[in-house]
């Protein structure tokens, strides 16, 4: 292959390896007047070099194929950690407050229970009470019948003696009339001594 112009080989650095790096030449003649010919073994470099740079570039493009993947994939697994963890926290707190609903549940029935246990004794001493009340209450309607039946006795009792006493006096005025005066005295005086001695006593 001819070359009418002086050349220059250089290779991006970047892409390949150290060894190869060592192995490149830098060819420049630039005051040469003639052609310049390639010999057989500097074919068989570029050759060689351009199979390797090919390759090189594919599997870089690989390696960076696989890095987005990788990357891809671990920004997928650290987005979905994350989600975990943060509905692993959720879950917790609403664990924590449903164990302290369930504990104010139960603190509330026990009230509860203690209220309704209140309840049932002022209830049944209610009841005891208002049995007492009313059995009380008929012993005294009991009571007051049998007095308004004394009392009515009484009354009877006492309108039969008024009734024995106006009679009586009307047999004494009549005795009176008929009566001797000595005996007169003598009554009244009893009368009069009866009356002392209810009066001192």
Do not use: G
Not at 150 to 176: A, E, G, M, P, V
Not at 191 to 201: A, D, G, M, T, V
């Amino acid at each position: 292959m001819v070359f009418d112009k002086s050349w220059q080989w250089s290779i991006d650095e970047d892409h390949l390896s150290k060894k190869n790096r060592k192995n490149i030449l830098c060819y420049k003649e630039p005051n040469s007047c003639s052609n310049q010919l390639l010999t057989d073994i500097d074919r068989s470099w570029i050759i060689t070099h351009m199979q390797n740079r090919r390759r090189e570039r594919k599997s870089l493009q690989d390696y960076l194929r696989k890095n987005h993947k990788i990357f891809t994939l671990q920004y997928t697994l650290n987005v979905k950690r994350n989600e975990i963890e943060r509905l692993e926290n959720h879950l917790r707190e609403e664990e924590r407050l449903l164990i302290k609903s369930e504990k104010n549940i139960a603190e509330d029935l026990v009230l509860f229970d203690q209220f309704l246990d209140v309840s049932n004794r002022n209830a049944s001493d209610a009841a005891s009470r208002a049995d007492e009340e009313s059995r009380k209450k008929e012993e005294l309607l009991n009571e007051i019948k049998q007095l308004q039946k004394i009392l009515i006795t009484y009354h009877n009792d006492q309108n039969h003696l008024i009734d024995t006493l106006k009679q009586s006096r009307r047999y004494q005025q009549f005795l009176f009339k008929f009566a001797p005066e000595e005996w007169h005295i003598d009554i009244l005086k009893d009368l009069e001594s009866q009356c002392k001695i209810r009066i001192s006593s």
